[in-house]
């Protein structure tokens, strides 16, 4: 009864804060969203709310999940990177030839991960100092990248890869999949970084006024490649995720990710204009994506049909979060 | 002025959520009489023009034109009334000519379906030359300068056949010659029968060309009365309960030896040469010329915005090497851009983060800003300087002109800047902002600080200067001392204006 009360006074006053600080005005619409979806596809398909799809849905979303996490920070430096799916591929099958080969699996790791990280590093180099517009110097690594990964691997998949590193997506800690452990401790990682950290400030800072940031002293240069390199390194991150999962390297590996990658982070709330948007809001937007992808399929709609769906929704996602910003 | 009015609003009242924007008021113009408006900001006068213009509804009152009662719910239909208006946003295509502007949305066209370019250039220069502007109309808008493209907006607005012309801060952007141009063609109109409403924060100018004058204040109608029944002390008293010559009367120390800042030769190719001059500790310096003479591309390169080609700057007796902005930041300098909103603040970010936005790697640890000093140093500012917002958190650009201003000064009082440069301080801001901002000058001088201003605006300069160099296409042409313009008198005036343009002055 104690315990009843304690959480009860802990509630209301949880829904308070919330009502009173704006802050979380748009992550508690997704968050209402997903919860609403969630009970709709477990009512409209018996399989939806089963174990095996719940961690196979979770599975997925992680790696994007990730991939989605360094993408929102790139977003709201003003600037967008198309390659993440490439360099997801890349650090994926980097890793995975170094295995196959009988490396090291921490070695293999490490190497895929900081290959797919120096990509970043000449993106934001190019960016800046290049003035290249940030989605055409994206847009060029992802093609050069998509071509490195097919000569590295011979356009073939890269398989016979050690049993410990690819039981690691399988297994899981207390019924949580580790993949989502991974992804879980990252949000919270990034979501510190982004909210208390010097450079997160800075990168809400060039995303709303460079100029401005640049006349009160802000490093741009190298805020701008840590942003492009930080992404990288979770598209990275995510390839390893990803090489586990599917046990091989696959050269197609990642391919279309940055569309999803975007599509999450603007459902939660980052705009293309720069300086908005958090952690929390891409984790549900990617959820919400997700599962309306899961939940399509079955209930066996037309895929095409529901990449019609998936598609119209993002842009209303979008266009009711501008709605409610503008009346504000 | 017996002829029949042709607007006239009645009663008009308007309120937004939490604040009475405008109580009953009453406005009027004749055809051929220049109406001033003026008021604070947040007095009511763009909500006034608003509703008249279409572009919000009122809650209450009447508008009548003609004699009939009106409804005007879009701008369109204020322009089928007659009704135009000259913003401070220029409303211009700029990638288009002057005759396809004026023509927008109703491009004639030729029997074949092509567009008519001969009737579009041919009735564009009529319109021009009727109003004796000489601008050819086949230029294209983005090659013109600022003034001339208010020209262009005036002529486009009497294209359109409006009755009554309203200008919102039209001499903002201008010169003092294009203003005469601007007055010129106000005469010009007014001689057409146009009514006009003239809303403007330059006092000296209701006098010049108004007939009659309207001052709001918080919302409410104070008084409306003929412009030659009063004077600028009584103006500004209905606006702000305070006189004229407050506002300027700040204290002025005892000038020190000391040098805090030496500019030797200062030069950069093609905009500025051979700039020299030395600024004293607790010392403001007013920079004056006419506008593009190259006066915030030397500041710009002080600061280490842009680079310059020769000269040398020295501060505190020692020679500087500014290359970026950091450089001078650390030397304790401080900019405040003329375009404050562009490059002085990051506009969607909070009042908080805006204050703190040069001081925060003085207060990270290990990558990780300490919030608890981040908020101390926002609020210490907040109410030092008296930045009225309902908190910190509040994004900057819900605040007002001359809140936003103080933000940006918070953020170089805050790095304990010792010298700070201040372009254009008071543009777009109202009476009562202008008189905290000065005061703000008289503490900062007090403390041990010392100003460069940059100004167009001559009062200012005369009020609050206590020397003052003058630039003129990018030459450095005089220096005046304080006891030379004391009186803010015309020849005074006059002695900054002949600088200016380049002419010698006795």
Request: glycine share 10%.
């Amino acid at each position: 009864m104690g315990i009843q009360i304690v959480k009860h006074g802990l509630l209301s006053k949880i829904i308070k804060y919330c009502k009173n600080t704006k802050i979380f005005a748009t992550e508690g619409t997704l968050l209402t969203i997903l919860i609403f979806l969630a009970t709709f596809l477990s009512i409209a398909s018996q399989f939806f709310l089963t174990f095996e799809n719940i961690t196979n849905l979770v599975r997925h979303t992680s790696i994007v999940g990730v991939v989605a996490i360094g993408m929102t920070f790139v977003i709201i430096s003003g600037g967008i990177d198309l390659s993440v799916g490439s360099v997801l591929g890349f650090s994926g099958m980097t890793a995975a030839i170094l295995m196959r080969d009988g490396n090291n699996i921490y070695i293999a790791i490490i190497a895929g991960i900081l290959s797919g990280t120096v990509i970043g590093v000449i993106n934001g180099v190019i960016i800046h100092k290049g003035k290249v517009p940030p989605f055409i110097a994206t847009m060029g690594s992802m093609i050069v990248v998509r071509g490195v990964i097919m000569l590295i691997s011979g356009a073939r998949m890269v398989s016979g890869l050690p049993r410990e590193f690819t039981n690691f997506s399988q297994h899981g800690f207390l019924g949580v999949p580790n993949l989502f452990i991974v992804w879980l401790s990252i949000m919270f990682l990034a979501n510190f970084l982004a909210k208390r950290s010097l450079f997160g400030r800075n990168i809400h800072a060039i995303g709303s006024n460079v100029e401005a940031s640049r006349l009160s002293g802000i490093k741009i240069q190298n805020n701008i490649i840590k942003v492009y390199a930080f992404c990288a390194f979770m598209a990275s991150v995510a390839g390893i995720m990803m090489t586990s999962r599917l046990a091989s390297g696959v050269p197609t590996g990642g391919d279309g990710f940055e569309l999803d990658a975007i599509a999450a982070a603007v459902i939660g709330g980052a705009s293309l204009s720069g300086a908005e948007g958090t952690v929390l809001g891409t984790v549900l937007g990617a959820f919400i994506m997700a599962m309306l992808r899961n939940g399509g399929t079955l209930m066996g709609i037309n895929p095409f049909l529901l990449q019609i769906a998936i598609g119209s929704i993002v842009v209303a996602a979008v266009l009711i979060d501008k709605q409610k910003k503008s009346k504000r | 002025m017996e002829r029949s009015v042709i607007v006239r609003m009645e009663q008009i009242s308007k309120s937004f959520p939490g604040v009475k924007a405008l109580d009953s008021v009453d406005f009027s113009v004749y055809p051929g009489e220049v109406h001033a408006l003026v008021g604070e900001n947040g007095a009511g006068k763009s909500t006034l023009i608003k509703i008249l213009m279409g572009a919000l509804t009122k809650d209450s009152g009447a508008i009548i034109i003609d004699g009939q009662k009106i409804d005007i719910s879009t701008p369109s239909q204020a322009k089928l009334y007659g009704l135009g208006a000259v913003y401070q946003d220029v409303m211009l295509a700029q990638h288009l000519s002057v005759g396809e502007n004026f023509f927008l949305g109703k491009l004639p066209i030729t029997a074949y379906r092509t567009i008519n370019w001969k009737v579009i250039y041919q009735e564009a220069s009529k319109v021009l030359e009727n109003l004796n502007i000489k601008i050819d109309p086949k230029k294209i808008v983005k090659d013109l300068t600022a003034a001339q493209q208010e020209m262009v907006v005036i002529a486009k607005t009497l294209h359109e056949n409006a009755r009554v012309v309203i200008f919102d801060e039209p001499t903002a952007l201008l010169a003092n010659e294009e203003t005469e141009e601007l007055f010129k063609l106000i005469q010009k109109l007014k001689e057409k029968g146009v009514g006009i409403v003239y809303i403007s924060h330059r006092l000296e100018e209701i006098f010049k060309i108004s007939d009659r004058v309207t001052v709001l204040k918080d919302g409410k109608l104070v008084n409306t009365l003929n412009t030659s029944q009063t004077d600028e002390n009584s103006l500004i008293s209905m606006m702000v309960g305070r006189s004229a010559k407050d506002m300027y009367s700040i204290g002025h120390i005892a000038k020190t030896a000391e040098i805090v800042l030496e500019i030797k030769k200062l030069s950069k190719k093609d905009v500025f040469e051979n700039i020299s001059f030395k600024l004293h500790k607790g010392e403001i310096l007013g920079m004056f010329g006419l506008v593009g003479s190259g006066r915030t591309d030397i500041v710009r390169c002080i600061f280490g915005a842009d680079a310059f080609d020769s000269g040398e700057i020295w501060v505190r007796g020692e020679r500087a090497f500014i290359k970026s902005p950091l450089d001078a930041i650390s030397k304790g300098i401080g900019l405040l851009p003329e375009d404050r909103k562009k490059q002085g603040l990051c506009l969607n970010l909070s009042v908080e983060t805006n204050i703190n936005l040069a001081l925060y790697p003085e207060i990270t640890t290990a990558g990780i800003i300490h919030a608890a000093k981040e908020r101390k140093t926002a609020e210490a500012f907040r109410e030092k300087i008296a930045i009225k917002t309902p908190s910190v958190s509040q994004k900057v650009l819900n605040l007002s002109g001359g809140n936003q201003q103080k933000v940006v000064m918070a953020k170089w009082l805050s790095k304990n800047s010792k010298i700070f440069i201040f372009d254009e301080p008071t543009a777009g801001v109202d009476v009562g902002a202008k008189a905290e901002i000065y005061k703000l000058f008289e503490k900062l001088t007090r403390d041990g600080n010392s100003i460069i201003m940059i100004s167009s605006y001559l009062p200012e300069i005369m009020g609050v200067a206590d020397r003052a160099i003058v630039i003129s296409e990018g030459k450095q042409t005089g220096t005046l001392l304080r006891e030379e313009y004391i009186g803010m008198t015309n020849e005074d005036e006059e002695k900054f204006l002949k600088l200016a343009s380049g002419l010698k002055v006795s």
